[in-house]
């Protein structure tokens, strides 16, 4: 057994905190805010078992130049959002090329396949089903073309990693999903995945889990992490062994420990409206880049990548997000006076960063899930937890790779 400390509370840290709990560690939680008030708090709510390809950049000359002109709402950016990240943007680009992208879906498919298999004990344990759904997310299609090349996706996604989903018609789609106003020309129903609607709930719920088995959550700010003799410090806690989760903040940390972690920060909103009769399922608009997700507060329509160094007041992803929810769902006023925002921990490489920090002697590292960390914590968890026993970790995690 062994004295470990966490940094951070989201997903990523709450979720390795009860995987080494389940080992006998002895662990404490640090973190300066409330378990799962920041990333893990603000996502669209996706346990997603579908999503076996991490996000490419997209890389189609008229793409490029859509994103280079500020037109489309995929991806926003400034200037000085961009200077900020630029080496790491353009490292995520090259990697977005086929071949690198597809050695990265190898990995990234064989983690995103286990997520409910470990979420699943965990929600029973928390008793935290009545904010789980079990049927699945649609992803709808405005276009032919869109259809054709999602029916494509269908057959590659069944045939390489055992993914189930089924093609909608407009017909099909509009019995799934009534309060859909408007015909479409299609959709697919991932029907494996999982959805939730208190993405912040159910990291407290875990928190509580964690708590009632015994684990220490310490509010304080673990930006002094320090070591002293063999052990290490953060705030009024110390261990042998120390674990960074923390998010988009934890480049910053390392840098102190020579690791320089190149990070592309894709800042999303949310906002919720009142709905009277909400849909069932989350349902991802990529044409309009949002995914509108029932959530116990309202509908909560959450964007996709902007590159900015501070938020905007007004986002234009959030304004034309909410003009493509009100044309097809019946949508009434925001419940908030302001959208949330936060930012996704995106590693050029596109693979989380999970494993041993090189030449720091006790000192871990577990972040860098983009897109999908809500769904990936307690999977990677258990690889981190599993090498911090003395096994031999995933080579592909490895924070040294950030060395090179
Ligand atoms: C709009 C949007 C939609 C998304 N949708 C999905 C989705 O549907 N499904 C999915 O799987 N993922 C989704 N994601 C991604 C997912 O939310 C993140 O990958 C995940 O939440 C990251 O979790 P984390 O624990 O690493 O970080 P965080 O949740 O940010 O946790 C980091 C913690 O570190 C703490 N911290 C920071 N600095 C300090 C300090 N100095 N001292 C103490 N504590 C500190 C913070 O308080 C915080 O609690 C989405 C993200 C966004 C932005």
């Known amino acids: 057994m062994a004295e470990i400390l966490v940094l951070g509370a989201g997903m990523v840290g709450v979720s390795t905190a009860l995987a080494l709990q389940a080992r006998g560690h002895d662990v404490t939680i640090v973190d300066r805010n409330a378990p799962g008030r920041e990333t893990s708090y603000g996502n669209a709510g996706l346990i997603q078992t579908e999503a076996v390809e991490p996000y490419a950049m997209p890389l189609a000359p008229g793409a490029l130049l859509q994103i280079a002109m500020g ?3 995929d991806v926003k950016w400034n200037i000085p959002g961009l200077l900020d990240q630029a080496w790491a943007v353009l490292a995520y680009a090259w990697n977005s090329l086929p071949a690198a992208h597809k050695r990265a879906s190898k990995v990234w498919g064989k983690l995103i396949r286990q997520s409910t298999d470990h979420h699943g ?3 029973e344990a928390a008793g935290l089903d009545n904010i789980i759904r079990r049927n699945g997310y649609i992803e709808l299609h405005r276009t032919p073309a869109k259809l054709d090349k999602a029916r494509a996706a269908v057959e590659r996604f069944r045939t390489e990693f055992g993914v189930e989903g089924t093609m909608l018609d407009s017909a099909e789609l509009r019995a799934l999903e009534p309060s859909i106003k408007i015909p479409v020309e299609g959709a697919t129903h991932w029907s494996d995945s999982w959805n939730c609607s208190d993405p912040g709930g159910l990291v407290a719920g875990y928190a509580a889990l964690f708590q009632k088995r015994g684990g220490r959550i310490l509010n304080g700010d673990a930006g002094d992490l320090h070591r002293k003799g063999a052990a290490w410090v953060a705030d009024e806690a110390s261990g042998e062994h120390a674990v960074i989760a923390l998010g988009p903040w934890s480049p910053m940390m390392l840098a102190r420990y020579g690791l320089k972690v190149p990070m592309v ?7 919720h409206f009142h709905m009277d009769a909400p849909p069932h399922h989350p349902v991802a608009d990529f044409a309009n880049s949002v995914v509108l997700s029932p959530m116990r507060r309202g509908l909560r329509i959450a964007t996709a990548a902007e590159l900015t160094r501070n938020p905007r007041l007004t986002p234009p992803q959030l304004k034309h997000g909410e003009e493509a929810a009100r044309e097809l ?15 996704r921990p995106c590693m050029p490489d596109m693979l989380p960063v999970v494993g041993a920090v090189p030449d720091q002697p ?5 972040f860098g899930h983009g897109h999908q960390g809500f769904t990936l914590g307690p999977v990677t968890a258990e690889v981190l937890a599993e090498e911090m026993d003395g096994g031999q970790g995933w080579a592909e995690l490895q924070p040294g790779r950030l060395k090179r």
């Open 121 to 123: 004990p965990l929600i």
């Open 71 to 73: 037109r489309g709402y």
């Open 329 to 343: 769902f019946d949508i009434g006023a925001p419940v908030e006076a302001e959208p949330w925002t936060g930012r």
């Open 362 to 366: 006790g000192l871990w590292a577990h």
């Open 265 to 271: 920060f894709k800042r999303g909103y949310h906002r």
